[in-house]
């Protein structure tokens, strides 16, 4: 080891990457438009980083200590791990230059696709609402250190006078996110690739000690979450044999692992003995560990970094909790650094960036560069003692207080309501009866067709709606576009032929955050982007309080709609996991309040459509799956508080009204009882990218109400042939019984152009008519 520098007494575990005004990816996707270079780009990344570490010296972290991570991302840290290791999928090849590195178009070509080659699959990073790339790592994909990336970015920072720590996604956590290649031998895991990939770590880690690092972080959430494919004890062993074999190297900086979005539990002691020379816990999510034995006395030689300020939430917190628990850490070890539960990219950059939430919100509130400077407080409060940052933690202590008391964080009226529900308020009844009074009143025919919901959102539409954001055109003329949009949709799914109309969400800049800004209890921001995936941004909306529904949200719409059409008009609707998930969410309370609130508002706009003749509605809840908790431990509970509210929103209705769910994955085995339990009459769900390959395990489960799996992938602007089609249906009928089964595409066609939309429709109305003929 070259250095013996001290951790940091603050530090954060990331920071976003973004850019307070989405810079990266305007550059990012300029490049991709052919618009700027990739010198250009790599000039704009540089200036954003030079500000990022500006703006992180400002706020409180140093220059010279290593507490500012040095994390930066074109695109996804999963897939930078990738690169840096050299580990590109087969089809991919091609982009590995003779030097055996990848340039940064080869870079963005794995993430994006290009021709026929698919992109990597991006999935959900943990709990959150970020993505990432899954590596692709087949028993003969070739490891070596392909990009000095990490080291490049080392010395551009020191250059500039700043220590940075480098961040790097751990060995383990990247093996275990990681997919077999296609045509690997059965049973064959990524992980079984660990002893292949440490030695490019080592040389990593050699090459940013010779740059002057002190400190490297070692990003490892894997190690918390039980929901991974290798058995507990293998993983364990593999932390004590590759971090034991990491720390025996002679040339590298000081090891620190960072395990967010969860507590280590039986990892730690694991970890401990391998003489890392720190270690993050997530305080939020885990509490302080009891330890004893060997693990106390090897705890009592490390840094324990406190990730105490939730980086996975915008609120301010209790700055003197946070201290407690630091000092309860201090018992365990002599030195304890304050830090972030997880990086905070996935909350936006600055509040004070915010002009419409009012002072009272904003001042409850604490985006990344307002937790960057609690970790500054905390740190010097570790140093000097709780009375030097007794002001702060005094201001803190203060807006908790005004949170906890201010009007609209507690309605009244709200809160008799949910107090005085019953078992009955969460159940139907018989399905056998619905059914019947269902088929009675709705005479559809044998493979009913439908679609999820929205139809393309044109240019047209968004040139529409910002131009009524802005005032250019008044509300009247909005809503007379907005009509005409929905005639031309309603005409043209009659022309089609399909038997379940849909209206087409042409009022809805997003699934969410339309409902959010209906209901009260929510704010939205205007700059509070955070990433989801690559250069794609969200604007999570702030859920700060009790949650009630003001007036009829989408009745007008839906009404409108069938006022046009003989044929069933569904509504549709966000369900309140899928708003949960996709909002900041109060922390004040459990979930479980919080979703039924929001239910209860969902079930009185279920209401209202009813009465005004709308017989079919859908409640789309594609959240329901990320939402799982990462420990089986808490799964019972999350599963009942989810579905619970999700039964809640639906089961006000009449039994001729038929209640659609709709759930984005393929995924359906997982969570297949949480399913059943919804009690949807009709659940639509994606099978058409699978080839159906959920189908086994519907037929499985006994699954014994409507299914809908997708028959066309709308991913991609690809037009499904009708033979295609056709197969797809004859596969479903092969496993379901018929009068259980719908036809649809896999999701919304918000994404989709009008002429392959069309096309794609007409050959699933073609296919389904041909089917029919068969039974
Ligand atoms: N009803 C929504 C739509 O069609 C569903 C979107 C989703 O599942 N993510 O766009
Ligand atoms: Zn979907």
Redesign the pocket.
């Known amino acids: 080891m070259t250095s013996i520098s001290p951790f940091p007494g603050g530090t954060i575990l990331g920071y976003p990457r973004i850019g307070r005004r989405r810079e990266l990816k305007k550059a990012v996707e300029a490049f991709w438009a052919g618009k700027i270079s990739a010198d250009q780009l790599e000039t704009a990344a540089a200036e954003l980083r030079d500000a990022t570490r500006a703006r992180l010296l400002g706020l409180g972290l140093g220059a010279a200590d290593s507490s500012i991570p040095g994390d930066f991302s074109f695109y996804d840290q999963v897939l930078d791990a990738a690169v840096t290791v050299g580990a590109v999928p087969a089809r991919f090849e091609r982009l590995v230059k003779d030097d055996g590195t990848i340039d940064l178009a080869g870079y963005f070509t794995i993430a994006r696709g290009e021709g026929d080659d698919v992109p990597a699959e991006m999935t959900k990073w943990f709990d959150s609402n970020y993505h990432y790339l899954v590596p692709e790592i087949a028993p003969e994909t070739p490891f070596h250190l392909a990009s000095d990336r990490l080291v490049r970015e080392f010395e551009e920072a020191l250059a500039a006078g700043v220590v940075t720590r480098p961040v790097l996604v751990g060995p383990l956590t990247f093996l275990l996110l990681a997919k077999a290649g296609v045509g690997a031998p059965e049973g064959y895991l990524p992980f079984d690739r660990l002893d292949d990939l440490v030695p490019v770590y080592e040389q990593l880690l050699a090459r940013l000690s010779a740059a002057g690092a002190d400190w490297v972080q070692l990003d490892e959430p894997a190690l918390v979450s039980e929901a991974v494919d290798v058995p507990r004890e293998r993983v364990l062993a593999a932390v004590s044999a590759v971090y034991s074999r990491l720390t025996s190297a002679a040339e590298r900086p000081q090891i620190f692992v960072a395990a967010p979005y969860g507590s280590l539990d039986d990892a730690l002691p694991v970890l401990l003995g391998t003489g890392v020379e720190a270690i993050g816990l997530d305080l939020v999510r885990g509490s302080v560990p009891q330890l004893d034995g060997d693990a106390a006395a090897a705890a009592a030689r490390t840094v324990l970094v406190g990730g105490v300020v939730d980086g996975h939430n915008i609120w301010r917190g209790d700055l003197g909790a946070a201290l407690s628990t630091l000092e309860s850490l201090r018992e365990l070890s002599p030195r304890v650094s304050a830090s972030t539960s997880t990086s905070l990219f996935h909350v936006p950059h600055d509040v004070h960036d915010e002009t419409l939430l009012g002072e009272q919100l904003t001042s409850w509130l604490a985006f990344a560069d307002q937790k960057v400077q609690q970790v500054a407080t905390l740190a010097r409060g570790l140093a000097e003692g709780a009375a030097a940052i007794e002001e702060e933690v005094a201001a803190a202590s203060a807006a908790l207080d005004d949170r906890r008391r201010a009007t609209g964080v507690h309605d009244g009226s709200v809160r008799e309501r949910a107090a005085a529900l019953t078992a009955a308020d969460f159940s139907r009844g018989d399905y056998g009866v619905r059914l019947a009074a269902q088929s009675a009143a709705l005479d559809l025919p044998l493979l009913p067709t439908t679609t999820?919901?929205?139809f393309p959102q044109t240019g047209d539409i968004r040139t529409s709606r910002a131009a009524f954001t802005k005032g250019e055109i008044t509300e009247a003329e909005y809503t007379d576009y907005l009509k005409a949009e929905i005639a031309r949709v309603i005409a043209l799914q009659e022309q089609i032929g399909l038997d379940v109309i849909v209206h087409g969400?042409p009022e809805r800049n997003d699934?969410v955050q339309y409902f959010a800004e209906n209901l009260d209890g929510f704010a939205v921001t205007q700059n509070g982007w955070v990433q989801s995936y690559g250069s794609r941004c969200t604007r999570p909306s702030i859920l700060w309080g009790d949650v009630s529904r003001p007036s009829p949200i989408t009745v007008e719409w839906s009404s409108y709609a069938q006022s046009l059409t003989e044929k069933p008009v569904k509504g549709?609707l966000t369900g309140p996991v899928t708003i949960l998930a996709w909002s900041f969410v109060r922390d004040d309370q459990p979930l479980r309040d919080t979703a039924n609130q929001v239910a209860l508002a969902l079930r009185d706009e279920i209401a209202d459509l009813e009465a005004a003749g709308i017989s079919i509605i859908q409640v789309?809840e594609?959240a329901l799956r990320e939402l799982l908790p990462l420990k089986k431990k808490d799964h019972a509970d999350y599963l009942d508080w989810s579905v619970g509210s999700f039964r809640l929103a639906t089961s006000g209705v009449r039994d001729e009204t038929q209640i659609h769910t709709?759930l984005?994955y393929s995924e359906f085995g997982v969570v297949i009882d949480a399913i059943d339990r919804l009690d949807a009459d009709v659940t639509s769900i994606e099978a058409a990218r699978s080839k159906m390959e959920v189908v086994p395990d519907i037929q499985r489960s006994g699954f014994g109400r409507g299914i809908g799996p997708g028959v066309y992938d709308i991913h991609s602007p690809r037009v499904p042939s009708v033979a295609e089609v056709t197969e797809l249906i004859g596969t479903a009928l092969g496993s379901i019984p018929v009068r259980q089964v719908w036809v649809n595409p896999d999701?919304?066609?918000?994404t989709r152009g009008y002429a392959e939309t069309v096309e794609s429709l007409s050959n699933v109305l073609a296919a389904t008519r041909a089917v029919r003929e068969t039974l």
């Open positions: 999820i919901g929205s969400e699934m549709m789309d594609p709709h984005c999701c919304g066609l918000k």
